[in-house]
Antibody
């Protein structure tokens, strides 16, 4: 069955870096545009970034542009999010998601807490 | 930055029709998508490309879009439909995706 499993979350001090990973299985990862979406505690969903199936397009929310970098390794069926210069307002559950038409897959999320 | 506007809450009795709206300037040219999120769970796509229903989603869920407003309709809402619902779309440039603020649906 389809699985997206995020990892790499944790507690980090402001200004530090963290790298999230998302391991995909059960579908043809290399055919899907992939996204990172986050949700602060008790808040709504916020789109963070997307990467096209072939990495030709990468787009970012204004709130993370210049600090976060999305990438993928289709040979490893893995999506990444490099997060630099982290701020307390980046504290959220981070979900990876992939969609192609009506096929839409999400992981269960990984919690990132930015606190001193 | 681009915004999608949803009502914070909608409340209906079981069996009634629930309608959740989403307004955005780019909706006349960009598709709307709708997600259902229950407490502690990842979101689930219930409508894509304005009005298409993914496999496995009950027929009582439908979507429409006209002008700058998209609407999610749940015909004969069930208690199990209680959740937060988010619309999702793209800005006019196509570079940015955005979620609406979410609507808490209460069915009781």
């Amino acid at each position: 069955q389809v699985q997206l499993v995020e990892s790499g979350g944790g507690v980090v001090q402001p200004g530090r870096s963290l790298r999230l990973s998302c391991a995909a299985s059960g579908f043809t990862f290399s055919n899907y545009t992939m996204h990172w979406v986050r949700q602060a505690p008790g808040k709504g969903l916020e789109w963070v970034a997307l990467i096209s199936y072939d990495e030709s397009d990468k787009f970012y929310a204004d709130s993370v542009k210049g600090r976060f970098t999305i990438s993928r390794d289709n040979s490893k069926n893995t999506l990444y999010l490099q997060m630099n210069s982290l701020r307390p307002e980046d504290t959220s559950v981070y979900y990876c998601a992939g969609r192609s038409g009506g096929d839409d897959y999400w992981g269960q999320g990984t919690l990132v807490t930015v606190s001193s | 930055s681009y915004e999608l506007t949803q009502p914070p809450s909608v409340s209906v009795s079981p069996g009634q029709t629930a309608r959740i709206t989403c307004s955005g300037d780019a909706l006349p040219k960009k598709y709307a998508y709708w997600y259902q999120q229950k407490s502690g769970q990842a979101p689930v796509l219930v409508i894509y490309e304005d009005s298409k229903r993914p496999s496995g989603i009950p027929e009582r869920f439908s979507g429409s879009s006209s002008g700058t407003m998209a609407t999610l309709t749940i015909s004969g809402a069930q208690v199990e439909d209680e959740a937060d619902y988010y619309c999702y779309s793209t800005d006019s440039s196509g570079d940015h995706r955005v979620f609406g603020g979410g609507t808490k649906l209460t069915v009781l």
